[in-house]
């Protein structure tokens, strides 16, 4: 009985050390400064592809004081985000205030709305290509449209239509 106490208390001893030496020193707080929600906020599709959002959050992320082009001479700054499936141009003021963005993506996944409105309209026909445009400037509607190659054996027809499916 004695040489079972023994050994959980030796077990306990020996976790009690191996656990201290394991342990980390506390992170230093982080502050997170929302300087871009506005835009974020503007842009944001619940049904938006994949490769659009993380672009759009990368543009909002993006530190333009903490970047090789920054000068206290300029007033705007002009920069340019690439992902294969799609690109964003970015106006940021000298504080890293988003301005204005023009974005551009190709063949990406079509949200649910839009799907079922060319179904319903266009039964007999399938969207082959699609391009989402979406121009941001700040104080503005931001305008979001979706350009679709729809194709029915040798026919093609061009349509737009917003986020929500419908035609323009």
Do not use: H
Request: positive net charge; glycine residues 4%; aromatic residues 12%.
């Amino acid at each position: 009985m004695k040489s079972s106490r023994s050994k959980w208390l030796l077990f306990a001893l020996a976790l009690g050390i191996t656990s201290q030496s394991f342990a980390q020193e506390p992170l230093p707080p982080v502050t997170v400064t929302a300087v871009n929600y506005k835009y974020l906020s503007s842009v944001n599709t619940k049904e938006a592809a994949q490769p659009v959002k993380l672009l759009q959050i990368r543009a909002a992320a993006y530190d333009v004081k903490n970047s090789e082009y920054y000068e206290d001479d300029y007033d705007e700054y002009y920069i340019s985000f690439y992902i294969p499936d799609g690109s964003i141009l970015a106006a940021y003021d000298k504080d890293g205030k988003l301005l204005r963005t023009i974005e551009k993506f190709k063949n990406i996944a079509i949200p649910k709305a839009i799907s079922q409105a060319v179904t319903t309209r266009f039964p007999q026909w399938g969207i082959t290509k699609d391009v989402y445009l979406v121009n941001y400037s700040e104080g503005k509607d931001t305008k979001k449209v979706y350009k679709l190659l729809l194709e029915n054996g040798d026919k093609r027809l061009r349509v737009k239509c917003d986020e929500n499916g419908n035609f323009q």
